[in-house]
């Protein structure tokens, strides 16, 4: 009998890790990336208690609170490694993240996400829109799917709507729904104070177009000139002291930070770029609607 147990439990590994080393494969990530986007990057306070702890262009937020941690992105799937030795060089614990968030659901800012989740065995909140390609690892994205599964699929412990409060001890953060990039892309804005005073953050979403094609064409999200038409009139309407982005390289991250410079919330002050950036790619929406037209 006892045998026999054992030849049981050895076959259910066996199969198990037969089904691990399958899965594993099946995952797999666009090798032409930006340099960028594996480089390190040292970790700063940006203001009050909130941090940049990503990669040179994949940016990761963390925001610390009396209750626990909130990481914002995760970038690809080896930047694991960078953002835990960022978190751990400012003095923070790793295993104090509580909170997991994503500001789009592609695998260069949900790579690391499962992991993450996995060590730390904080609950990962995300907007409605990408819930569905987060448990698929991206296969049921509009347009990266195409590839596959390019992250390891997220379990989702809470879906969020537009403008939704995440609360986490004496924090909270407002989801502002911004679809487009992806059909779930959005953006976090929330109040952070130092001794001098407060800022209220916007961590936004830009909404660049990935396609090459015609709006028409994408059958898979058939409101996607919609929802880019919306996303593009409810931006240059928020209002914040400082904003950020999911990328270092589309808020000029390296031209107002350099390593080593003193705290200064004021350098990622003002909005000029912002909506300098939104007019941008306003034109090219236009330009996109003007050709499904042709």
């Known amino acids: 009998m006892q045998h026999k147990f054992v030849r049981n439990l050895f076959l259910l590994m066996t199969g198990l ?33 909130l941090y940049y702890v990503g990669t040179y262009d994949l940016a990761s937020y963390l925001i610390t609170t009396n209750a626990g941690n909130i990481l914002i992105n995760t970038g690809l799937a080896a930047s694991e490694k960078t953002i835990k030795n960022n978190i751990e060089a400012l003095g923070f614990r790793f295993r104090d993240i509580k909170i997991l968030l994503t500001m789009q659901a592609h695998y260069d800012h949900m790579g690391a996400m499962a992991a993450i989740q996995e060590k730390t065995g904080a609950r990962f909140m995300v907007d409605a829109g990408d819930e569905s390609v987060c448990k698929s690892g991206g296969k049921t994205d509009y347009e990266m799917g195409k590839y596959g599964s390019t992250f390891r699929p997220v379990s989702v412990d809470r879906v969020l709507h537009d403008k939704d409060t995440i609360r986490l001890g004496d924090m909270q953060l407002v989801m502002l729904h911004h679809p487009g990039h992806t059909m779930g892309s959005c953006s976090f804005i929330f109040d952070v104070k130092d001794d001098n005073r407060s800022y209220k953050v916007l961590l936004a979403n830009m909404p660049t177009i990935i396609i090459d094609g015609k709006f028409a064409a994408v059958k898979a999200y058939p409101a996607i000139a919609k929802d880019y038409a919306y996303t593009l009139d ?37 909005r000029e770029d912002y909506d300098k950036q939104l007019a941008e790619l306003k034109a090219v929406y236009r330009e996109k609607l003007t050709a499904d037209k042709k």
């Open 17 to 49: 890790c037969m089904l691990s080393t399958t899965y594993a494969q099946q995952v797999k990530e666009p090798t032409r990336v930006n340099p960028g986007w594996n480089r390190p990057q040292q970790p700063f306070r940006i203001a009050g208690n």
């Open 234 to 270: 409810t931006m240059p309407k928020v209002n914040f002291d400082l904003w950020l982005a999911a990328h270092a390289s589309q808020f000029n991250l390296h031209e107002k930070h350099k390593d080593g410079d003193p705290y200064n919330p004021s350098a990622f002050a003002g």
